[in-house]
C-alpha cells in the first residue's frame, strides 16, 4: 500500500532554492512512477513533473523546464524535487502522487493518480 508524505517546503526569497521530498512509508514506491502537482491559491491542481518508476525519464510542465528536477531514489523509497530559480509565482502546495496504475509514459492528468500525499506550503517572496 503506498502512503506518500512530503516534507521540505517552507518561505524562500525568489530566485532561491528548495528540494521537497516525498517519502513512501509503505515501501512500495519502487514500483511506481510518481507525480508532482501543485495547487496555488485560487487555482486548479496543476502537473508540474513525473518521473518513472525506475527513475530513468522524467518530464515536466513547460513553465518548470529548467528549473525543477525530479528524481527518485529507490532503496529510500522516497522522491524528490528539487526547485531553484523560484519565483512568487510558484507559491502553491505541493503535492506527490502515485498514479492507479503504471504506463509506460507518465500521466500528467490528476484523475490518473490515486495516491496522494497531505502536501506541503511553499511560499516565495518577491
Known amino acids: 500500500q503506498v502512503s506518500l508524505v512530503e516534507s521540505g517546503g517552507g518561505l524562500v526569497q525568489a530566485g532561491g532554492s528548495l528540494r521537497l521530498s516525498c517519502a513512501d512509508s509503505g515501501h512500495t514506491l519502487s514500483k511506481y512512477n510518481m507525480g508532482w502537482f501543485r495547487r496555488a491559491p485560487g487555482k486548479e491542481r496543476e502537473f508540474v513533473g513525473g518521473?518513472?518508476?525506475?527513475?530513468?525519464?522524467?518530464t515536466y510542465a513547460d513553465s518548470m523546464k529548467g528549473r525543477f528536477t525530479i528524481s527518485k531514489d529507490n532503496t529510500e523509497n522516497t522522491a524528490y524535487l528539487q526547485m531553484k530559480n523560484l519565483r512568487p509565482e510558484d507559491t502553491a502546495i505541493y503535492y506527490c502522487a502515485a498514479p492507479y496504475s503504471n504506463d509506460a509514459y507518465i500521466d500528467t492528468s490528476e484523475n490518473e493518480y490515486g495516491y496522494w500525499g497531505q502536501g506541503t506550503q511553499v511560499t516565495v517572496s518577491s
Open positions: 518521473i518513472t518508476w525506475g527513475g530513468t525519464t522524467t
